[in-house]
């Protein structure tokens, strides 16, 4: 009897210096919070390299048809030129991921549809067809018997942790811009002789 006693009493007492034992319990807690911490740490970063490629992305597309908008007539090159100097914006993130369409809308005065008058495309992005409405005009641009200068830009964001998301995710933006100099941007510019003028 004395014999099972004192075996309980050693078990209580032994369970009282475990349980009164804090030795491992930073070790414990830091095993704990370090893979959350981990997680809220990269997760921060990636969603704000995200944020960072969108407003790049934004500013692509008010650039490229800021800088059409500009001109009274543009050629392939010049459009050529436009789009390398706007995938630039995209550094320090990769421009291989960029699309682009830069088209010249004109606001039919009856319907008020906008209708493509030229459209090109760049990094295996589709072109608009000539006389295809895009419906997407804000109702405050449908001004009868004008022109905008769309631009619309695509990229895939690739997370830096790209077991994440392989895919990546695709942004895209578009704007709108009035020619300046002129009614409308001619393209292509002429070989010779004065501008036509401007389509409807």
Same mark, same amino acid.
């Given at each position: =009897?004395?014999?099972?006693?004192?075996?309980?009493?050693?078990?209580?007492?032994?369970?009282?210096?475990?349980?009164?034992? /804090?030795? /491992?319990?930073?070790?414990?807690?830091?095993? =704990? &919070?370090?893979?959350? =911490?981990?997680? %809220?740490?990269?997760?921060?970063?990636?969603?704000?390299?995200?944020?960072?490629?969108?407003?790049?992305?934004? %500013?692509?597309?008010?650039?490229?048809?800021?800088?059409?908008?500009?001109?009274?007539?543009?050629?392939?090159?010049?459009?050529?030129?436009?789009?390398?100097?706007?995938?630039?914006?995209?550094?320090?993130?990769?421009?291989?991921?960029?699309?682009?369409?830069?088209?010249?809308?004109? &606001?039919?005065? $009856?319907?008020?549809?906008?209708?493509?008058?030229?459209?090109?495309?760049?990094?295996?992005?589709?072109?608009?067809?000539?006389? $295809?409405?895009?419906?997407?005009?804000?109702?405050?641009?449908?001004?009868?018997?004008?022109?905008? &200068?769309?631009?619309? &830009? /695509?990229?895939?964001?690739?997370?830096?942790?790209?077991?994440? =998301?392989?895919? /990546?995710?695709?942004?895209?933006?578009?704007?709108?811009?009035?020619?300046?100099?002129?009614?409308?941007?001619?393209?292509?510019?002429?070989?010779?002789?004065?501008?036509?003028?401007?389509?409807?």
């Amino acid at each position: =009897m004395k014999s099972i006693r004192k075996t309980w009493y050693r078990a209580r007492l032994a369970i009282t210096a475990l349980a009164n034992d /804090g030795r /491992g319990v930073a070790a414990i807690e830091f095993a =704990m &919070i370090v893979p959350i =911490m981990l997680v %809220l740490f990269f997760g921060t970063v990636e969603f704000s390299s995200g944020v960072a490629a969108d407003r790049k992305v934004t %500013l692509m597309a008010r650039t490229f048809s800021d800088l059409v908008s500009q001109n009274f007539s543009v050629s392939t090159v010049q459009l050529q030129n436009f789009y390398n100097a706007d995938v630039a914006i995209m550094t320090p993130y990769s421009s291989t991921p960029t699309t682009a369409v830069i088209s010249e809308l004109y &606001i039919d005065p $009856t319907t008020l549809n906008a209708k493509v008058e030229w459209s090109l495309a760049y990094n295996g992005a589709a072109a608009h067809t000539a006389g $295809t409405v895009i419906a997407s005009v804000p109702g405050t641009l449908a001004v009868p018997d004008t022109y905008l &200068i769309y631009s619309e &830009i /695509g990229y895939t964001y690739t997370p830096a942790v790209g077991f994440v =998301m392989k895919s /990546g995710i695709n942004l895209r933006d578009v704007a709108y811009t009035r020619p300046r100099q002129s009614k409308c941007v001619i393209y292509p510019t002429p070989a010779s002789g004065p501008l036509p003028n401007c389509p409807q």
